[in-house]
């Protein structure tokens, strides 16, 4: 399988999506997937757009992009992790 | 990582989040941990990306901006005498929360407080933690708090 590159995203590209950059580092060693994991804020995901193959993002987006967006709030708040989780590893088995 | 009493603020009577900010601001500010360009620019990130998180127990909100504008890294934290509207993080912008404990960080670089942020978030998670905050009457009870479940060091330094 080809090794996807996932985008996660906050604001300021240094708070929330560390945590969640973490969060699938951690999803993608369990479930043995390489992926190729950039962090950066969401002003910069323009630049990935014809490269990426997921956004994961606590910011939000109203643009519209090739790949799946994903919200991962949940990973800030325990509420849903679980839901979010699935989506991930779903996108990213895909 | 900077953490002293002189960045907790309890009972905050403001009517608006960019009140809030500006309070907590101008406090990091006048310590010397940020620089005056922090408090326009973490409101305007606000304005543009909110911050604002319905956990489980009392809303809290995690108001930060660009390291460009840190001179320390901190985490300043205000109980609100009557929860302000935030944003939601990652909502459509019809989207607000009532939040009753603003931790505001000061980030100095970028990827380097993994661990920290993991045990704030940790932290959101535990709504008795969180009241204990809430109703905190003595910046003592938070600074303990947090020295207790984020493992920082309460006498300023890094």
Redesign the interface.
Known sequence: MKKKKVLVACGAGIATSTVVNNAIEEMAKENGLKVDLVQIKISEVGAHRDTADLLVTTAMTKNEYPFPVINARSFLTGIGTGQTKKEILEALKA | MRLNESTILLNVEAGTKEEVLRVMGNNLISLGLVKDSFVPAVTA?EK??P?G????GVAVA?P????EHVLKKTISIATLKEPVTFG??????SESVKVKVVFM?A?EE??S??SL??QL?QL??DEKKLMTIVNATKTEEVTELLYNNLGLNTQGGD
């Open positions: 990130r543009e990306y911050t998180l319905p956990t489980a995690i930060h901006t660009d390291v939601v993080m990652g909502g459509d912008s960080l980030m970028a990827h407080q993994l942020l993991q978030m959101f998670q």
